[in-house]
């Protein structure tokens, strides 16, 4: 079936340094959504890509989507404590429904 | 606060049991979404109902159903629990069909353990 793929599975980062996390796909994707899920908390919605290579911006976190639409990109600069919990892609690689990525967990140390 | 509702928040039970996860989408949304997240997985797609009918099949087992009623909530009840059946269980809403660029908005989440 279809599988996005997200890594790395863990991060544990230095309050102010930088986190970035990567989703892949084997097949071409229509868009792609990125989710936050906060330790004990449901995911939340944090924003969508359409375009090929396109860029979003959002305070501190930047989202990419590739140029060949399979992967994407989410960066945090600066993190804080308030940055900690998992962040999961979703796409839907021709299917009606989102496949969520197996997420990465971050944590961030004061 | 997303405006989907999921009772009960927890429930204990033991295995061979069979619990009913009850979900109410926010006003308007036609869509529902059921999933499971185990301790330390990512999200697992299980079934979605859109405006009372079956839309999309996950990793759902045969053990589990599910159904939404024309209050557009929805139930979804496991039966012969194992241990293993022991996770979250996420519901979430979207406005239409579930098309690819439709944001999903879950609600808190009940937490099953089985016994």
């Known amino acids: 079936g279809q599988q996005v ?12 340094e930088d986190f ?29 890509l359409v375009k090929s290579g396109e860029v979003k911006k ?21 993190t804080q404590t308030t940055d900690v919990g998992t962040y999961f892609c979703a796409a839907s690689p021709g299917a009606n429904n989102l496949f969520f990525g197996t997420g990465t967990r971050l944590t961030v140390i004061p | 606060d997303s405006g989907v509702t999921q009772t009960p928040k927890h429930l204990i039970t033991a295995t061979g049991q069979r619990v009913t996860l009850r979900c109410s989408p926010r006003s308007g949304d036609l869509s529902v979404y059921w999933y499971q997240q185990s301790l330390d997985q990512g999200l697992q797609f299980l079934i ?19 159904q939404q009623f024309p209050d557009l909530h929805s139930e979804l009840n496991l039966s012969s629990l194992e241990l293993g059946d022991s996770a979250l269980y996420f519901c979430a809403s979207s406005v239409q069909a579930g098309g690819p660029q439709e944001t999903q908005y879950f609600g808190p989440g009940t937490r099953l353990l089985v016994l």
């Open chain 1, 20 to 48: 970035t996390t990567y989703c892949n796909s084997s097949t071409t994707l229509s868009n792609i959504q990125w989710y936050k899920q906060r330790p004990g908390g449901h995911p939340v919605f944090l924003i969508q």
């Open chain 2, 48 to 66: 979605q109902y859109y405006n009372g009918e079956e839309r999309a099949k996950g990793n759902i087992l045969e053990r589990f159903s599910a």
């Open chain 1, 58 to 78: 959002q305070k501190r976190l930047t989202f990419q989507f590739g140029e060949a639409k399979k992967n994407s990109s989410l960066h945090i600069t600066a």
């Open chain 1, 5 to 16: 793929m997200q890594i790395p599975q863990y991060q544990h980062v230095q309050e102010g």
